[in-house]
């Protein structure tokens, strides 16, 4: 996974980051309990319907968040006072919208500016009609604010649900504080 991501998207990462689990939204409550319940979530709107079914049953304050025409709304965002963001950047659903690097590092701004972080979702970068594959957020991240989740189940099938979260360095101990115990 470390060496698809890298030649594939521009991650530079370790083994120790990756956690691999049963679909994305086992992952999202992976997301949950590492981070927390208490804290306030952003999405996207419009956005994947099962993302905030999973931050409802879960109990977290959520608030949906406009996009424009690059992607989600800087401006809403900050006025939302949420410490995390849950974004599909190289490929928004169901709009199709890819998000310009501008955008993407006015959200990692947002993300350094305090305690937050951006839950980046590529639910299906590896699926592209022309041009090279878009490098992911993650790569960008210089301060630990990016959790990046991918899955094969477009590529290799979908009954496998196999999905992967890549943690922030920073976020590893944390991890494994929380939710080591979880196989």
Request: one cysteine or more; a neutral charge.
């Amino acid at each position: 996974i470390c060496s698809h991501l890298y030649a594939f998207c521009g991650m530079n990462i370790s083994s120790d980051q990756v956690i691999i689990g049963a679909g994305s939204e086992y992952l999202y409550n992976l997301v949950i309990q590492l981070l927390g319940r208490d804290q306030i979530y952003a999405l996207e709107n419009p956005g994947h319907h099962s993302i905030s079914q999973v931050y409802h049953i879960n109990h977290v304050n959520y608030h949906y968040i406009s996009l424009d025409q690059q992607g989600i709304d800087i401006k809403a965002l900050r006025k939302s006072q949420a410490q995390i963001v849950h974004i599909s950047p190289a490929h928004h659903f169901p709009t199709g919208i890819t998000m310009p690097i501008q955008r993407r590092l006015e959200l990692l701004q947002w993300a350094e500016e305090s305690h937050r972080y951006i839950i980046e979702d590529d639910y299906d970068s590896e699926f592209r009609y022309k041009g090279k594959p878009i490098p992911a957020l993650q790569g960008f991240d210089g301060s630990g604010k990016v959790i990046y989740i991918g899955t094969f189940s477009k590529s290799i099938a979908p009954a496998i649900r196999m999905s992967y979260m890549v943690l922030p360095e920073p976020v590893c101990a944390l991890y494994r504080k929380r939710c080591g115990f979880i196989s």
